[in-house]
């Protein structure tokens, strides 16, 4: 059974990525350059080595691959952690669909401040200021559930802990940006949820 929730989790984060790859692609197609990671903030690539350690903790799992074993060593035997953490991912999923579908045009990876595009307020903006980063931070989360090893769940911390200094970030760029829209925006809707 774990082994079927742990390949089921490496279909998921291919879905995942894929996802997000192909909404860049789609908007590179209308010329909108929808990456603009590290353009302002070389720190920015702080994250991809976590992002590296949970795949790598996530395919090591599922087949075994070299890696010290106390390091994929599971913290609970129970499978139940694991269907959560997988419906819990398919969420995750569809919610990224929904945020994509409510960014338009104007989903960007990273602060793009040549051509920020409108501020997005409908759709699922009007839930969370971060549905984007809610769904990244849900989806490890249940990738952790799954797996429940070190690795997973020092990489899913320092990669929430990340993702928060993006967002706050961004925010910084927003205020600057659009001013008393945004402000008005931050009164109605909560940063996460």
Known sequence: MQIFQYNASIVFFAIFILTVLA???LLRRKEI?????GATDKTDFLLIPFVLAIIYAVVANSFQLP???PLLRPFWKTVLPGWVGLALSAAAIIGLIFTLIS????FRVGI????P???VTTGVFRFSRN???VCFDTFFIGLFLVHRNIIIVIAVIAFALLIHRQILREEKFLRSHYGAEYEEY???VRRYL
């Open 186 to 188: 931050c009164r109605k």
């Open 33 to 37: 350059r929808a990456i603009v990671f």
């Open 23 to 25: 909404r860049a692609v």
């Open 131 to 133: 549905p984007i980063y």
């Open 117 to 119: 595009d409108i501020l």
């Open 103 to 106: 960014f338009g045009d104007s």
């Open 112 to 115: 793009d401040e040549e051509k």
């Open 67 to 69: 890696l010290w074993e």
